[in-house]
């Protein structure tokens, strides 16, 4: 039962085994309570970002086809004949016509377009403004510690001091590129582990080491590469999934497509990571972002081709590996453009920009609304914010990597509304589970004491910690908690470190949530 949800599966699991009173549970077996491990190991979700890096035309890339007559008037040097975009039912919005494959997501229900997304007094540096998307910090504070650094360092706060141990031996991310970035900064250390390009990921995983000189400096050159290797904890790791994937499908020969093609094979190979950083570099069309003859060719349409093939090529071959559903991809750039283009056949450092969200599970469609474009617009004039780019992070933590309210708030430095980028049922995994939607265990790993969050429907409820042999360490609760938001506090001094289970039982469901006590 390979990498399916580990929530819908829990209810089979517990009902085979007689785990299924309506408000107390039996003990379950030794080999019950490693199934749920294993099923919890399983079930890890993916986060993939494409960051496309200089500041991608969102006026160009997602066109609002109801102001078309406007930005004819302010982008006349960029913009694209009203023909040639490709029509989103049941919105007045075009795609760029170079992102056929993303159309076609779009219709299969496989896309999303979150509108106007971007952050109050936006800095139009390329510098600044990737550092306050990878920190999530406000535009007028420095903050040396990113976004996912921090939610990473809640979920493991010993790491890297016991990493890679038997929960978690696996990478906690994963850029690919030519440094760490910020955004897997945590407070003590990178959360992440970096694969500079392909030719380093191949040659790890197929043992080759690239020539050097037959010289004194190639001996420096061979031996520093011999300690990197050797000091890359997860290294042997990484190799082993590589190597459970014998095929792929066809990636395009692109940068991109080479990054892609390498995460779908570790996720396939079974890496428990659940974050992956990749990169789509050349947005910054200050000039020649179209051609002149055709504003449907140039730079800008280049960059869009790469980036639909590539993300096409990657959901082809997930749904070929069988781990489609457990993947969602996400794409981001430091800023906009200009609503106004210039003369040199391009567009200039903007503000909001549309976001795009794909994967199986996601719920298609458009959030937010078409800007309204003057036709009278300046240099000076921006597109303006309608979503905080926190709130996309937020909704994707909670929806997509079940992070709790409070981790997600101490991750984000402030609450943020959520935007629904997940159906319903794929969060909770079954419609029974509709009670319990929303639980999680935090801290996990849990030193002294934890919190048990959850969504009551104002139904009977037990609380129990079970331990790896099904013995039942606990009872947090039982009894009827309040319609909302609800909490439990457990305080773990009594029990020893090691694996449990937190299971919460109700009339209407059921979930088990794995935890460590360190």
Request: hydrophobic share 40%; aromatic share 8%; glycine share 8%.
């Amino acid at each position: 039962m390979k990498r399916r949800s580990f929530i819908k599966n829990v209810g089979g699991v517990l009902a085979a085994t007689g785990v299924s009173s309506s408000f107390g549970f039996g003990m379950p077996s030794a080999s019950t309570i490693q199934s749920l491990l294993k099923l919890a190991a399983e079930s890890n979700k993916v986060l993939v970002f494409v960051f496309l890096e200089g500041g991608n035309d969102g006026l160009n890339t997602v066109v609002p086809l109801d102001q078309l007559s406007s930005l004819s008037a302010v982008r006349p040097h960029v913009i694209m004949p009203e023909n040639s975009f490709h029509n989103l039912p049941q919105s007045e919005l075009g795609l760029h016509p170079s992102l056929t494959g993303f159309s076609s997501l779009y219709k299969e229900g496989r896309l999303g377009i979150i509108q106007n997304v971007g952050y109050p007094d936006q800095n139009f540096s390329h510098f600044r403004s990737t550092d306050i998307w990878m920190s999530a910090s406000d535009s007028t504070e420095l903050i040396n510690t990113g976004w996912s650094g921090r939610h990473l360092h809640n979920e493991y706060p010993t790491f890297p001091t016991d990493f890679p141990n038997e929960t978690m031996p696996d990478p906690l991310a994963i850029e690919i590129g030519s440094g760490s970035s910020l955004m897997f900064q945590g407070p003590t250390a990178s959360m992440s582990m970096v694969i500079s390009d392909a030719t380093s990921f191949y040659n790890l995983i197929n043992d080759v080491d690239e020539p050097v000189p037959d010289t004194p400096a190639g001996e420096q050159v061979e031996y520093i590469r011999l300690v990197a290797r050797q000091s890359q904890q997860y290294g042997e790791v990484v190799k082993t999934a590589a190597e459970k994937v014998a095929q792929q499908a066809t990636f395009p020969d692109t940068w991109l497509g080479a990054q892609l093609k390498i995460v779908s094979r570790l996720i396939a190979g079974g890496l428990q990571t659940p974050l992956y950083l990749v990169r789509h570099g050349g947005f910054d069309t200050h000039d020649s972002q179209v051609e002149a003859a055709d504003h449907t060719t140039g730079q800008h349409a280049n960059l869009l081709t790469e980036l639909d093939e590539a993300v096409m090529a990657f959901m082809k071959d997930l749904e070929q590996q069988g781990t489609g559903d457990q993947v969602m991809g996400l794409t981001f750039s430091e800023f906009g453009r200009r609503i106004v283009s210039n003369a040199s056949l391009g567009t200039d450092h903007g503000a909001a920009q549309p976001m795009f969200f794909f994967g199986n599970k996601v719920k298609g469609g458009v959030i937010g609304s078409n800007p309204i474009i003057s036709s009278s617009a300046t240099y000076a004039d921006n597109l303006p914010m309608q979503f905080d780019f926190r709130q996309v992070y937020a909704s994707a933590m909670q929806q997509w990597l079940g992070s709790s309210t409070s981790n997600t708030t101490e991750a984000l430095f402030n609450e943020f509304d959520t935007l629904e980028l997940i159906g319903e049922s794929v969060i909770l995994g079954v419609k029974e589970q509709l009670a319990l939607k929303g639980m999680s265990v935090y801290p996990n790993p849990i030193k002294d004491r934890a919190t048990i969050q959850f969504t009551s429907m104002g139904e009977h409820i037990s609380i129990s910690v079970f331990d790896i042999y099904g013995k039942q360490k606990a009872q947090l609760f039982t009894g009827v908690k309040p319609k909302g938001k609800q909490q439990v506090e457990w305080l773990v001094n009594a029990i020893a470190p090691g694996k449990y289970l937190v299971v919460i039982n109700s009339e209407s469901g059921k979930r088990v949530v794995p935890v460590l006590k360190i």
